[in-house]
């Protein structure tokens, strides 16, 4: 494994999905200012997970076919200026297609960011998807709270306000794509990849793809979609209506629920290298399911805070784990597997996020809504069972 190349990839990931993990956490700043309810917050974040997903196979295609190193800065410029322009408009359309420019960024640099990091990471898949993957994890981490320093404001004392230029303060975003895209840039295309790649595709001809196999992992990758992204987008909302916290309150436990996400995506990787992807994924799936079946009964913040530690760890924990089985399950396409365990499957997991919120808006709150999340859960732990490794 090239450490120096994946964490450089891993580095990229941060970046580009800093701006996904922002989202939820702007959304109380978004709801609070132009009046928006539940159902409408939840379309802005299916706005940014669709055109994140749906075009990622595409240049999944792409990247089976051609090296295009320069899809990685440019997803990150424009996932980071999609973001940053949220802002500074004040129309619901506006906002959604500011959102939808973000998702194609995503779109553009998952795909071969996951080629790149498949190439470098030598015989040891499990750790180096791990740390690619870690890197993206740490972007929904570090969101909030960019978000909590440009836009919200820290204040110290009575008198001292760190940050807090309001909605404008996004422009934030634009600045790190620019920096980190710029790094990215300058080093991946110094790469001598070329040779790696064409080994790779002369070895794939000899390979099958089992699509059954990866038809059955895409139905537990869309489960776990579900559940990631009605946590990441929700948990602000949850801690302002549910518990009556503040805004600042409700972004710090969503980073509180990603910093152990991360650690865990990382021991996860580490659990697949020495027992297997299958088994990893599996042990996961159960584990996470009496934990989010109790969730919304529970009335205690810090009760709550306390079952976000086993949420994160069974939901984080098999993610680099799918990637390298789907894209192994089709091996003959691995960039075209990534494009849809970190696309597809995903965008359709994110269409039940305005659902939920319709939910919430006209039966009972969030957590009537998040009560549905424990049937997911126990259909994407059954789905493991049919999970098996392949070389």
């Given at each position: 494994?090239?450490?120096?190349?994946?964490?450089?990839?891993?580095l990229g990931h941060l970046s580009c999905d800093i701006n996904g993990g922002a989202l939820p956490a702007l959304l109380?700043?978004?709801a609070t200012a132009h009046n928006f309810d539940y159902q409408a917050c939840g379309t802005l974040a299916f706005a940014y997970s669709a055109m994140s997903s749906v075009i990622q196979p595409v240049f999944g295609l792409v990247a089976d076919k051609f090296s295009r190193s320069w899809f990685i800065p440019?997803?990150?410029?424009?996932?980071?200026?999609?973001?940053?322009?949220?802002?500074f408009f004040d129309a619901y359309w506006a906002i959604?297609?500011?959102?939808?420019?973000?998702?194609?960024?995503?779109?553009?640099?998952?795909p071969e960011g996951a080629r790149y990091a498949n190439l470098v990471s030598g015989n040891h898949k499990g750790v180096g998807l791990s740390i690619f993957s870690v890197g993206g994890n740490s972007g929904f981490v570090i969101g909030p709270l960019i978000v909590l320093?440009?836009?919200?404001?820290?204040?110290?004392?009575?008198?001292?306000?760190l940050g807090g230029f309001g909605l404008p303060g996004t422009a934030a975003f634009a600045v790190i794509a620019l920096c980190t895209a710029s790094i990215l840039y300058w080093n991946i295309s110094r790469w001598k990849l070329t040779s790696a790649a064409s080994r790779t595709v002369a070895r794939a001809e000899n390979l099958r793809n089992n699509w059954p196999a990866f038809g059955i992992l895409s139905g537990t990758i869309i489960a776990r979609s579900i559940l990631f992204l009605s946590f990441n987008t929700y948990l602000p909302l949850y801690w302002k209506s549910v518990f009556h916290q503040s805004a600042q309150i409700g972004?710090?436990?969503?980073?509180?629920?990603?910093?152990?996400?991360?650690?865990?995506?990382l021991l996860g990787g580490m659990a697949a290298d020495r027992w297997g992807f299958s088994r990893t994924i599996r042990c996961?799936?159960?584990?996470?399911?009496?934990?989010?079946?109790?969730?919304?009964?529970?009335?205690?913040?810090?009760?709550?805070?306390?079952?976000?530690?086993?949420?994160?760890?069974?939901l984080y924990a098999p993610f680099s784990s799918m990637v390298v089985l789907g894209q192994r399950y089709l091996a003959k396409n691995i960039g075209f597997a990534s494009g849809i365990t970190l696309g597809v499957a995903m965008s359709i997991g994110g269409m039940a996020t305005p659902v939920l919120?319709?939910?919430?808006?006209?039966?009972?709150?969030?957590p009537a809504a998040m009560k549905i999340l424990a049937v997911v859960t126990l259909l994407g732990a059954l789905s493991t069972l049919f999970l098996k490794d392949e070389a």
């Open positions: 494994m090239e450490l120096k190349k994946i964490l450089l990839v891993s109380p700043y978004l440019l997803g990150i410029l424009l996932a980071g200026f999609g973001l940053a322009s949220v802002g959604f297609a500011a959102l939808m420019l973000c998702g194609v960024g995503g779109a553009v640099f998952h320093l440009s836009v919200g404001g820290i204040t110290l004392g009575d008198s001292l306000t972004n710090a436990m969503l980073a509180f629920f990603c910093i152990f996400g991360v650690i865990s995506n996961s799936g159960f584990f996470t399911l009496p934990f989010i079946t109790l969730f919304p009964f529970v009335q205690n913040p810090w009760l709550a805070a306390l079952l976000l530690i086993p949420i994160a760890v069974g919120g319709w939910v919430a808006d006209n039966y009972g709150g969030l």
